[in-house]
């Protein structure tokens, strides 16, 4: 699975209005789905007392009390600029993943105490049929959820629905093993297999919340964008007729916003009307590169005398 990021992900150019619509519809999707698994994931497994189906109806559990957390999260983060957060308020999408990391690495503890105990104390499975279907519709259902949050992560590049669509797109994957688990138990008789392929499923809960725990990190500490990104917007901006180079690159990412910070160097003799012309090109063409980023430049001389050598500051936008 691929980790897209408001950095590298192709984001269309959409309206604000269009973004904010796309990520509340995505959170109130995620909701609903989670919810209508619980119950029906509820009803199997008391009908056949399956450990490998209670972990996926604990995940079930867990999906919802994160997709509403991210749901909060979401529409405070889709607040505008105000006079306390003059950045906006994208960095609650960072701290809801966190929180969601926090809540699937607890299911993940419950799981394996469970599966323990079930390989200790073995049971046999009844009514597998209930457990196959409700698998196979909980598989159709993830999927159906999955395309569209990729789909709005695409369009929006937004952190908090891409890391809610990776913990579904893991459930997709729970769900699989849990039918394979299942046929196993009743079909081969392999009553091992049920705890087992729970053991291995947390394994992967574990796997996952670490992922989303990396990426919210990695926004709330203001990680600069990936090296290809930085050498993207100094390939962009040195383009440009007039400037001779550039230094003290600085970026970030605040939920779906992105900041962009550098100075470009130019002819010391140039007139300050045709330097503020040329950094607003430069500024709108990194932004058209970069549709949801806001881009600020500061014009120097060449020939100013700076604190570190030429290479040394390429080095730096270019790593």
Known sequence: MTEETPANVAASAISPEKRASLMRLATYA?????????????????????????????????????????????????????????????????????????????????????AAERIFNPKSIENSDIGLATMAFAICAT????????????????????????????????????IVSLLLATEMGWSAADPLFAIAIAAYIVWGAWRIARSALDQLMDHELPPEDRRRIYD???????????????????????????????????????????????????????????????????ELEEEHAVLERRGKVAG
């Open 30 to 114: 995620s909701v609903s789905v989670a919810a209508v698994l619980i119950l029906v994931k509820f009803g199997a497994w008391v009908m056949t007392d399956s450990v490998s189906l209670l972990s996926t109806l604990i995940d079930s559990f867990m999906d919802v009390a994160a997709s509403l957390i991210n749901l909060f999260a979401v529409r405070h983060a889709l607040q505008p600029a105000d006079q306390e957060h003059r950045f906006g308020h994208g960095k609650a999408e960072p701290l809801s993943g966190l929180a969601q990391a926090a809540f699937i690495s607890g299911s993940a503890a419950f799981l394996l105490i469970e």
């Open 143 to 178: 999927v159906i959820l999955v395309i569209f949050q990729k789909y709005v992560v695409r369009r929006t590049g937004s952190v908090a629905i891409g890391a809610d669509s990776l913990h579904y797109q893991a459930d997709v994957l729970v769900n699989a093993s849990v």
């Open 236 to 302: 962009i901006a040195t383009k440009r007729a007039g400037v001779s180079d550039l230094h003290d690159l600085r970026t970030r990412t605040s939920g779906t916003q992105v900041f962009i910070q550098l100075h470009l160097e130019m002819d010391g003799k140039m007139p300050l009307r045709e330097a503020h012309e040329i950094s607003d090109q430069v500024m709108f063409d990194v932004q058209h590169a970069f549709p949801n980023a806001e881009v600020l430049i500061h014009a120097d001389p060449e």
